[in-house]
C-alpha cells in the first residue's frame, strides 16, 4: 500500500491542501485504488516555502498544488 502524505500545516493550509486531498480522493477512487493507496493528512514535512508538501510513503518532500495534482497523480502513483 503506498500512503501519500499532505501536509496540512499553516503555510500548505493557506496554499490549499485540503484541495490537494479531495482531488487525490476523487483520483483514487476513479482509478480504482482505494485497497493500494491512502491519502492521509501530515503536519509540517518541513518545506513550508514549497506548499503544498506531499510524500509518498518515505520518498522525497515534493510541491503540489491544485493545479498540478493530477499530473503529480499520474507520474508518481499510476507511473510510478
Not at 501530515?42 to 503544498?52: I, R
Amino acid at each position: 500500500m503506498k500512503v501519500i502524505n499532505v501536509c496540512i500545516g499553516s503555510a500548505c493550509h493557506l496554499k490549499g491542501a485540503y484541495n490537494v486531498i479531495n482531488k487525490l480522493q476523487e483520483l483514487i477512487e476513479n482509478n480504482n485504488l482505494k485497497d493500494s493507496v491512502e491519502v492521509k493528512a501530515a503536519f509540517c514535512l518541513g518545506h513550508c516555502t514549497k506548499a503544498v508538501s506531499v510524500k509518498i510513503d518515505d520518498g522525497e518532500v515534493m510541491s503540489v498544488s491544485e493545479d498540478t495534482v493530477e499530473e503529480f497523480f499520474n507520474k508518481h502513483i499510476i507511473g510510478g
